[in-house]
Structures are given as structure tokens and as C-alpha cells.
């Protein structure tokens, strides 16, 4: 069984700075997807980056420049920098594992949740 725990959300004005970090434990594929989608009210749940275990980084458009996701692969970490921050960004962020590469776009291919963690930027 796998656990993903987040930190690191909170609350920022518009062109500042957060730093999610996410941390696995239990049974995990030497090959496998760390990343974050997150999901506003009333919106479905999307895609912000992911990382693979062999580097490769996907970003959704919205995000490009702007964030940067990393891992520590010794460590089952991944850390999100989300900078120059927008009010659109408001939302819960909830860390996610895919076993196995490449990285499948959908929810479906998701393996294991974590609990979010609520990012809130105003204006």
C-alpha cells in the first residue's frame, strides 16, 4: 500500500511564491509518475506536472515557466515551485502516483492519491 503526503500549501497574493512537497511511503515501482493535478470548485480535477523516474517532466500549458516540478527519487519526493502565482491557481492540489512509465494524460491512470493540500491566491 502507498501514501502520499502533501505540504507546503497556504495562502499568497498574486506574483508570489509557494512550494508544494509531496513524500511517498510503501510498496513503489522503481518505475513509476510522481506529480500534481489540482482541482477548483465546480472544475474537474486537471493536470498541473508530473515527473517521471527517468527525468521526464510534463507541464500543462497553463503552468509552463511558471512552475517547476522536481523529485528526489531516493527519497520518493517531489517538490512543486509555483511562482508568479495568478488567483486562478486557487485550488486544492493533491499529489499523485502512477506506477509505471510513460506517464498516461487522465485520471484514470492514476494509482494513488493523496490527501490535497489548499492553495489560495489573491488578488
Known amino acids: 500500500q502507498v501514501h502520499l503526503v502533501e505540504s507546503g500549501g497556504g495562502s499568497v497574493q498574486a506574483g508570489g511564491s509557494l512550494r508544494l512537497s509531496c513524500a511517498a511511503s510503501g510498496t513503489i515501482w522503481n518505475t513509476n509518475v510522481l506529480g500534481w493535478y489540482r482541482q477548483a470548485p465546480r472544475l474537474q480535477r486537471e493536470l498541473v506536472a508530473t515527473?517521471?523516474?527517468?527525468?521526464?517532466?510534463t507541464y500543462s500549458d497553463s503552468v509552463k515557466g511558471r512552475f517547476t516540478i522536481s523529485r528526489d527519487s531516493a527519497k520518493n519526493t517531489v517538490i512543486l515551485q509555483m511562482r508568479s502565482l495568478k488567483p486562478e491557481a486557487t485550488a486544492v492540489y493533491y499529489c499523485?502516483?502512477?506506477?509505471?512509465?510513460?506517464?498516461?494524460?487522465?485520471?484514470?491512470?492514476?494509482?494513488?492519491w493523496g490527501q490535497g493540500t489548499q492553495v489560495t491566491v489573491s488578488a
Open positions: 499523485a502516483l502512477q506506477h509505471g512509465i510513460p506517464f498516461y494524460p487522465g485520471i484514470a491512470a492514476i494509482d494513488v
Open positions: 515527473i517521471s523516474s527517468d527525468g521526464t517532466t
